[in-house]
């Protein structure tokens, strides 16, 4: 018979694919997890100096766990499966959450079967597998990543899912049991006094972050940018980002393009805050995300947002309210709501005082801390 929930004080693993989302997007939780007692090994590959001790001043103990991240071929498996069984025989946790797919399998496997008390997978989003598309390599994704979800979530005490068509979508293709226990936590949440309320943003401005991909939308970003900038030369429309070695991501020439056309390339930059006050609208045509962190980072800044009727970016807006609803992969619907704001200066301000509402009513990582928690037995 399962064990029931741990007890207070616990000795808690988190585990992450990205070493500096532990803090970006997990610091919190690891704050809130020593706040309430509990002793937190924060775990990620290519753990940098900068990471660990950030870690260490949260209170928590930082470890490297070696395996490859961008690989779900069987050989890179069953070493990552190894590195991450290795770790739980060192830290002897009694939870383990992990988060994105890699840690989300592999700490799974490793930890289920009683090997942990209690396994909790936050699945929190569906990336390149199971974005649309019929490529071959996109294909043969996902029917590697579907074997492996299926093994694997069997083994977990509960998934956490950022939406409900993520949700709906492991349940239809039988990636996760009917009768596994499933929840939907608000994303990662956003720290509300990081990213506070600013004032009002330059007019017809624009932004969107993102690693430069074409599931992110961006090539609809630089198609409608370059026609709105050929009628309204004064609207300023900015990119935040990095090419990435994904299959999917954008090329070089097409950036320079999309620079030649008007877009003010900000390159990758480690704090965002200081380009979103500059905005005042925040954009992310995504096809599918699981809650989009940037979006919610805009939204606590209280930006309107223009962003797609699609899984996860469809959560964050409600149409006409904080922002503006288009459809993916549709340019020129991005571009007629991009004109709207230009043409109507005084539709921004509204719009991004009801996201930063939204935001601290449903987004606060307080809130969703605590939901985790709960669902973690803790």
């Not at 399998?105 to 649309?132: E, M, P, Q, Y």
């Not at 979800?149 to 979508?169: G, M, P």
């Not at 045509?285 to 996860?312: H, K, N, Q």
């Amino acid at each position: 018979m399962k064990a029931g929930p741990p007890a207070p004080s616990s000795i808690v693993l988190l585990l992450g694919s990205y070493a500096p989302s532990l803090i970006n997007f997990r610091g919190p939780l690891i704050a809130d997890l020593v706040a309430s007692g509990h002793r937190v090994v924060a775990a990620a590959p290519n753990l940098d100096e900068g990471t660990r001790r950030l870690v260490a001043a949260l209170g928590a103990e930082a470890r490297e766990v070696p395996f490859s991240n961008a690989s779900l071929n069987p050989v890179d498996l069953l070493a990552g499966y190894q590195s991450v069984r290795r770790l739980i025989r060192e830290t002897k946790p009694t939870v383990l959450i992990a988060y994105t797919i890699k840690p989300v399998i592999l700490g799974s496997l490793a930890g289920g079967g009683g090997r942990v008390k209690r396994v909790v997978a936050l699945v929190t989003g569906l990336g390149f597998s199971f974005t649309g598309g019929r490529e071959l390599r996109r294909l043969a994704s996902r029917v590697a990543a579907s074997i492996l979800y299926r093994v694997a979530l069997s083994k977990a005490d509960v998934a956490l899912f950022q939406n409900e068509d993520d949700r709906r979508l492991f349940l239809k293709l039988r990636l996760i049991g009917s009768r596994k226990r499933t929840a939907i936590v608000n994303g990662s949440g956003i720290d509300l006094a990081r990213f506070k309320l600013a004032g009002a943003g330059a007019p017809y401005s624009f932004l969107m972050i993102a690693r430069l991909l074409g599931d992110k939308g961006v090539r609809e970003y630089g198609w409608a940018a370059a026609r709105l900038k050929a009628t309204h030369p004064h609207a300023r429309v900015a990119l935040v980002g990095y090419l990435d070695p994904s299959p999917d991501s954008i090329s070089q020439a097409e950036l320079d393009r999309m620079v030649a056309n008007g877009v003010e390339f900000l390159g990758r930059l480690d704090d965002v805050r200081p380009a979103i006050a500059a905005c005042s609208v925040y954009v992310l045509p995504s096809y599918r995300e699981g809650t989009p962190r940037s979006v919610l980072e805009a939204m606590a800044m209280g930006r309107a947002i223009i962003t797609t009727d699609a899984p996860g970016c469809r959560d964050t807006v409600k149409d006409g309210e904080n922002g503006i609803l288009i459809p993916p992969r549709d340019a020129g619907a991005l571009y007629a709501a991009m004109l709207r704001f230009v043409e109507t200066p005084g539709l921004a301000y509204p719009m991004g005082a009801a996201s930063r509402r939204l935001a601290e009513d449903i987004y606060d990582v307080r809130k969703v801390n605590a939901d985790i928690m709960r669902h973690a037995g803790l």
